[in-house]
């Protein structure tokens, strides 16, 4: 009988909808999860099997055959095909983007390529003694060969042991010649072996650190908030050993055979932290990030696929340590999930789709598992700290350093006082400066923390006004004076930097300062001062991090320099003193949560000073000494901030009291644009009423060519979110049919 099955494939495309195709009459059938190759067009793509059809095929229905099965066994679990439509349903975007985002980009091309190494070993006539010493008789002559046949024996150890081919010819002195002679003779025999490009840990281990008195309280409440709620936000003020009480609840999980993630929200802190988990639990650790490359990334995704296997055969489990595309794989007994600096922005996903928060699609997770959760940080976001209040989420405070450490003492540097005095070493007000030398001269080191890359942020000609714009997008062009280049941050478009104006042939006027100028200003006032620079320009490399880090723990750096990537997570014994330059842009930003960022990021880069050894101290200089957000640093009072915040939040009807949907209108041309969401803002008042705001041009209002506009809609935490989903969805699919409006390209971010 004919076989007229039909299954449902996700392709790994923005479409709104799954693809049907049929089973050839001569394939099997493929089971759900598995990968199939399927025509598209005059195309052939790699789909997802996302389920069976069980009706038979009607007579008045053509749908074309699928080409090729891929796996035998489902590569895509049943708890991911749960997160993907959560996410796929929850931030309005396609189960394709999804998939896109979620598979190894390896495994979607099906372009991975096992690493292979040839190995060398004796023919099995040649396993005794007496038959190895008569060949090595007949080889006295083919000097050469003796010679590498010898220098096999040492390094096989045993006469049944192999050898690889690389490092056989290195070490005889030979060539790959001689090495063919034996083989051809039949002495030496090679074969052709896949092995795993990950690394195996070879250190020592060592027992998890016994936990103080804080530290163990908060490991018994954690369990004890647990019998109730799933999640609990662990509140520690930084240095207070947060990490240790993770590694007790990993070693507890692992112990009852579980898989643990544990997630943090940059690719730096994994440096720090392998180290230490791996000194712990070994090759257990596996690290996922997009620095890896796609087929070390397809690796990680079948080795943690496998792990119940190898926890039946052996009583292996698995400790995913990664960001946040760690969530999307394929755990099958997943038990602890950590969010470490839960606060993080770098969780939330911005473009392209899907714009999912990691924290919210870990959470979601770990229901479909039944596994718990712990949320971790200093500085929790006024959303999760809320919920926690509010008995949503379990709470434990940590409010003392590890061992008693003072927390570090804030310093305001009034900038206006500086300038006006005459009292500035280039963009370092003088008592910065001689703090510095302080530090130095003590043998300390010191952290300086400047959230802009590159040289300058913008130059300009002093004569005709003429300031570099990208000519893709409504910004100036930030000088990297190192490479020579003015680039773009907004669309990673570049051009060579000129000496001078090309319109008045001026030399260009340098304005502000990035890492790169702090880098060479630092060096001209500390001559013979070692110092290094961490931003995105030095880190571009697969190991580039772990040098630079590396290079600071190890006394070789004396003054770090850094953007965002130095203010979390790292651990320096002899950082004493941290500086914080241009504040006031960090505080002054046109966005709700502004203070509450500068405050997080404030606290977090302040944390990298004392942590062991006497109180550090963090420099902050401002233009503004009298902002309230410094009380709350000096003191290092988050609840004041939380207090603050939560009733401007609650006046304002914003998050947590309400949910945000930011609607982005996307074209070429202003006039479509600005018409299109001004219909679209019309629709959606007649729904929505005042929870539609007006049309907001953006600061940035071209990127990429294209024009800007955006709609912000406020829903309360009391409405029927899925409901105004729909709603919206409607509108906007409506607004898309107008003549006019074709072509637009109108997205959506869910919790912005």
Partial sequence: MPNSLLIDIILPLAISDVYTYRVPDTMPVPAVGVRVVVPLSKKQITGIVYRKHEEPLPDNIRVRDIIEVLDTHPIVTAQQFQLWEWIARYYMCTLGEVMTAGLPAGIIDDNYSARTVEYIRLHSDFYTQESLELILQTLRRAKTQERLLQTFV??????????????????????????????????????????????????????????????????????????????????????????????????????????????????????????????????????????????????????????????????????????????????????????????????????PAPRYHARSAAIMLSQWHGAKVLLGTATPSIESYHNALNGKYGLIEMQQRFSGLQLPKITIVDLQRQYHRKEMYGHLADPVVERIRQELSRGKQVILFQNRRGYVPFIQCPQCGQVPHCPNCDVSMTYHKSSGILACHSCGHTTTAHSVCPKCGTAWKLYGIGTERLEEEIQEFFPGTRVARMDLDTTRSKNAYQNIIDRFAQHEVDILIGTQMVTKGLHFNDVSLVVVLQADMLINKPDFRSTEQAFQMLEQVAGRAGRAGQQGEVMIQTFDPKNPIFDFLQSHDYQQLYSKEIIERKAFLFPPYCRQLMIMLRHRNCSQVEYCAELLQKRLQESFGKRISRVITPIVARRNNQHVRQLRLSIETTANIHRAKTMLHQHIHAVLQIATCKGTNIVVDVDP
């Fill in 154 to 351: 040492e390094l096989a150890k045993t006469l049944t042991g192999e050898v690889e081919r690389r490092e056989l010819i290195e070490q005889s002195g030979t060539s790959s010649a001689v090495l063919s002679k034996l083989i051809d003779k039949q002495i030496l025999c090679q074969e052709q072996r896949s092995i795993s490009r990950l690394r195996q840990y070879s250190g020592d281990r060592r027992p998890a650190h016994a936990l103080d008195e804080q530290q163990a309280r908060a490991l018994h409440e954690i369990h004890e908030q647990w019998k109730e709620k799933n999640i609990t936000l662990l509140h520690g003020v930084t240095s207070s050993g947060k990490t240790e009480v993770y590694i007790h609840l990993i070693k507890e999980a692992l112990q009852n055979g579980q898989q643990v993630l544990y997630l943090v929200p940059e690719i730096a802190l994994t440096t720090q932290l392998t180290e230490r988990l791996q000194a712990v639990f070994g090759d257990q650790v596996l690290v996922y990030h997009s620095r890896f490359s796609n087929d070390e990334r397809v690796e990680i995704y079948h080795r943690v696929a496998e792990s119940s296997y190898q926890r039946s055969k052996n009583g292996e489990s698995k400790l995913i340590l990664g960001v946040r595309s760690a969530i999307f794989l394929p755990f099958s007994n997943l038990g602890l999930v950590i969010v470490d600096e839960e606060h993080e922005p770098s969780y939330k996903q911005q473009d």
